[in-house]
């Protein structure tokens, strides 16, 4: 079936700018999660939906990130007046719920802010 | 909280030598453990992941890592190194299987012919 899918691939956006990531999970995964990969800082956990249970929200570097995820299903990253530290790659992963599940990873969204 | 130090950021084998990519972790819990592959420009792909069955795990591509609690380590090996196999590694750690996942910094493999 298909895999975790991710858009835009590719945003360029400027500074002070908000942007809007999407991810499609694999249909019937239960767990959502976001990671942002950059150069200095590696691959950092961002936020964790789990069913209907309030998301972990550990991981969000500012009050500048949000997420929600609608139905169950697709989840939307937020990022509000974007920062060049900002920019990154950010991934989406999805899961089956049960114990020592895989994560599946989507290609990613390269944000670049200017 | 958990931890996973990825020595070497970067490892260079011969095509057909062994490779050993090294990671150890912290964790205060019996913990799941992942090596993940990333080549140019695509997303991870799971190679293999430990979950307290058989300490010798075996991987796609002919990768395998072994868990040692004692050395609290869980190396990546492949005993012949392909072309096809330059990408970056990421071991990876999680308190429990569904739990977000705690990276290491990476290592990137580079084959030469």
């Known amino acids: 079936g298909a895999g975790v899918s991710q858009s835009p691939s590719n945003k360029v956006t400027e500074k002070g700018k908000d942007v809007e990531l999407r991810c499609d999970p694999i249909s019937g995964h239960t767990a959502l999660y976001w990671y942002r990969q950059s150069l200095g800082q590696g691959l950092e956990f961002l936020i964790y939906f789990q069913g209907n249970s309030a998301p972990d929200k550990s991981g969000l570097p500012s009050d500048r990130f949000s997420a929600e995820r609608t139905g169950g299903s697709v989840s939307t990253l937020t990022i509000q007046r974007t920062q060049q530290e900002d920019s990154a790659v950010y991934l989406c992963?999805?899961?089956?719920?049960?114990?020592?599940?895989?994560?599946?990873f989507g290609p990613g969204t390269r944000l670049t802010v200017l | 909280a958990q931890s996973v130090t990825q020595l070497g950021s970067h490892v260079s084998v011969s095509e057909g030598a062994l490779v050993l990519l090294r990671c150890n972790y912290s964790s205060s819990v019996p913990p799941y453990l992942f090596w993940y592959v990333q080549y140019p420009n695509q997303g991870l792909q799971l190679l293999l992941k430990y979950t307290s069955a058989a300490t010798l795990v075996k991987g796609i591509n002919g990768f395998e890592a072994e868990f040692k609690k004692s050395e609290t380590s869980f190396h990546l090996t492949k005993p012949s190194a392909h072309m096809s196999d330059a990408a970056e590694y990421f071991c990876a750690v999680a308190r429990s299987g569904n739990t977000p996942l705690v990276f290491g910094k990476g290592t990137r493999l580079s084959v030469i012919a």
């Open positions: 992963a999805s899961a089956w719920a049960g114990s020592g599940d895989t994560q599946y």
